[in-house]
């Protein structure tokens, strides 16, 4: 018989959410980084997770974001340098433009990470909606319509609202790699007094 032990991991970024662990941009960006450090080993091994989303993303201790690991390899895949990926995969909240196209990257999950930064952060997806809708707000992306939207947001920092504009991008050739973007000016923040409104942190739904 072969036996397989796994850590135990019982609490997901979505059981986070619910319970409002993360409440200020401080507490999102520690998250964020793990995140990405996460990412950059696997895309080391020349690995796409593919899907990248709250409910792969879990924790040992639900009060502690350090404490996260990436879930669910399930539709990974290995990749390497300029390799093109061509099956059309993943969660319509946080698939990159190029996935539906069948012509893409591992930088599909660098997308991902984006989109996950700005449902925490904004308590919305980046399209409402149905699956029509949002599969048509991501085949008309538009990198100076996504960016005025960002600017109307008054209650996180210009640092954040670059680093989501380097991720949240088309082509994916412009998007930034995980190794460069732990130097990224957000990444390295230590004081966000930005906090996230109670209203914002009602709405979010994973």
């Known amino acids: 018989n072969l036996f397989i032990a796994f850590d135990?991991?019982?609490?997901?970024?979505?059981?986070?959410?619910?319970?409002?662990?993360?409440?200020?941009?401080?507490?999102v960006v520690t998250l964020i980084k793990n995140l990405v450090i996460g990412v950059a080993y696997v895309h080391s091994k020349n690995i796409s997770h593919r899907d990248l989303k709250p409910e792969n993303i879990l924790?040992?201790?639900p009060t502690d974001v350090r404490t996260l690991k990436i879930a669910d390899f399930g539709i990974a895949k290995l990749t390497s340098g300029?390799?093109?990926i061509t099956q059309v995969c993943g969660s319509m909240d946080y698939v990159a433009p190029e996935v539906l196209s069948g012509?893409?990257?591992?930088?599909?999950?660098l997308w991902s990470i984006g989109a996950i930064a700005f449902l925490l952060l904004t308590g919305q997806t980046l399209f409402e909606g149905d699956f029509s809708n949002k599969v048509n707000g991501l085949n008309n992306f538009s990198n100076t319509n996504?960016?005025?939207?960002?600017?109307?947001?008054n209650w996180i920092s210009v640092t954040v609202k670059e680093f989501m504009k380097k991720l949240l991008i088309i082509p994916e050739d412009k998007r930034i790699d995980a190794i460069e973007l732990l130097n990224d000016d957000w990444?390295?923040?230590e004081q966000l007094n930005?906090?996230?409104?109670?209203v914002?942190?009602?709405s979010i739904r994973c």
């Open 8 to 27: 135990y991991y019982s609490h997901s970024l979505s059981d986070l959410i619910k319970n409002r662990v993360l409440r200020n941009e401080q507490d």
């Open 59 to 61: 924790f040992s201790d």
């Open 82 to 84: 300029d390799n093109v």
């Open 103 to 109: 012509h893409y990257s591992y930088k599909c999950d």
């Open 146 to 153: 996504f960016a005025e939207r960002l600017n109307s947001i």
């Open 187 to 189: 990444m390295i923040s």
């Open 194 to 198: 930005y906090t996230i409104p109670k």
């Open 200 to 202: 914002v942190l009602k």
